[in-house]
T-cell receptor
Framework: KAGVTQTPRYLIKTRGQQVTLSCSPI?????VSWYQQTPGQGLQFLFE???????NKGNFPGRFSGRQFSNSRSEMNVSTLELGDSALYLC??????????????FGPGTRLTVT | GEDVEQSLFLSVREGDSSVINCTYT??????LYWYKQEPGAGLQLLTY?????DMKQDQRLTVLLNKKDKHLSLRIADTQTGDSAIYFC?????????????FGQGTTLQVKP
């Protein structure tokens, strides 16, 4: 079974620009979550999607948005980029059971650098 | 709010056992996870334990869960240089009823030959 794929792997943008990151979950997984990883803040939850619906959102400004398509692929968008948005953005794919999620698998991440 | 704490650094000799500790605050978490991150890579799921279990063993990995003290540990037997990485403990946010994970700050494991 193919793992979680994220594109692009590396991205360099300028302050004020916007960026779109893509995530394809493991086949059959309908839940996709996004996390931001920085040296200072560690791993922070951005949002989670299940069956095209946002189920949960982390404490990030409205510049961060996402969506999920009918094939479970997900995109996240960051508008009006700031230097502080430089980070590794990780996508996680999982199945959901009646007692909660389990076996959350992460992709390799997209390294975003804002200059 | 929910919080997960880990020690930042652990150094062991090759062949020794490594024990990485984690404490968490959310008693309603259903699952607790251990992830490994190598330089420049994403997170690799090592193992997870359901909250009604005390122990789980998977080859060289042993996870111990003490629910009373909200303490989780990962033991790596016969540690190899390839085990050098950052290890993250994570709990499912029990209050959100979703898959949101709350991570510790990570423990850097250094394995000396």
């Amino acid at each position: 079974k193919a793992g979680v794929t994220q594109t692009p792997r590396y991205l360099i943008k300028t302050r004020g620009q916007q960026v779109t990151l893509s995530c394809s979950p493991i086949s059959g997984h309908r839940s996709v979550s996004w996390y931001q990883q920085t040296p200072g803040q560690g791993l922070q939850f951005l949002f989670e999607y299940f069956s095209e619906t946002q189920r949960n959102k982390g404490n990030f400004p409205g510049r961060f948005s996402g969506r999920q398509f009918s094939n479970s692929r997900s995109e996240m968008n960051v508008s009006t980029l700031e230097l502080g948005d430089s980070a590794l953005y990780l996508c996680a794919s999982s199945q959901i059971t009646g007692v909660g999620t389990y076996e959350q698998y992460f992709g390799p991440g997209t390294r975003l650098t804002v200059t | 709010g929910e919080d997960v704490e880990q020690s930042l650094f652990l150094s062991v000799r090759e062949g020794d056992s490594s024990v990485i500790n984690c404490t968490y605050t959310d008693s309603s978490s259903t699952y607790l996870y251990w992830y490994k991150q190598e330089p420049g890579a994403g997170l690799q799921l090592l193992t997870y334990i359901f909250s009604n279990m005390d122990m789980k063993q998977d080859q060289r990995l042993t996870v111990l869960l003490n629910k009373k003290d909200k303490h989780l540990s990962l033991r790596i037997a016969d540690t190899q240089t390839g085990d050098s990485a950052i290890y993250f403990c994570a709990e499912v946010d029990g209050s959100s009823n979703t898959g949101k994970l709350i991570f510790g700050q990570g423990t850097t494991l250094q394995v000396k030959p």
